[in-house]
Nanobody, 116 residues
């Protein structure tokens, strides 16, 4: 099992920026998928951004052009840079790692609140 620890959440202002970090206890390269998900109150968990096994980034339409996922393989850390924040970005953000089929690993989540 992989341990994933998120940090960097908190209160952000509309139009502002936040950066989330996810530190993994094992390697994050040469894996099937590494991603960020979020879940707002009363809503289903949704995929926000990810990097697949070929290193291709993918984003939800709602965050394209505003959020950027990246990783530092040497530090086993994944980041989510969030710009032009909107109130609807308010949610708990979860880090996700799939090293191989049937291997799903989740972090504990970090709260992001966007409000003036």
């Amino acid at each position: 099992q992989v341990r994933l620890v998120e940090s960097g959440g908190g209160l952000g202002q509309p139009g502002g920026s936040l950066r989330l970090s996810c530190a993994a206890s094992q390697r994050i390269f040469n894996v099937y998928d590494v991603a960020w998900y979020r879940q707002a109150p009363g809503k289903r968990r949704e995929r926000v951004a990810g990097i697949n096994s070929r290193g291709i980034e993918n984003y939800a339409d709602s965050v394209k052009g505003r959020f950027t996922i990246s990783r530092d393989n040497a530090k086993n850390t994944v980041y989510l840079a969030m710009n032009s924040l909107k109130p609807e970005d308010t949610a708990i953000y979860y880090c996700y790692l799939k090293r191989e089929p049937f291997d799903d690993n989740w972090g504990q989540g970090t709260q992001v609140t966007v409000s003036s």
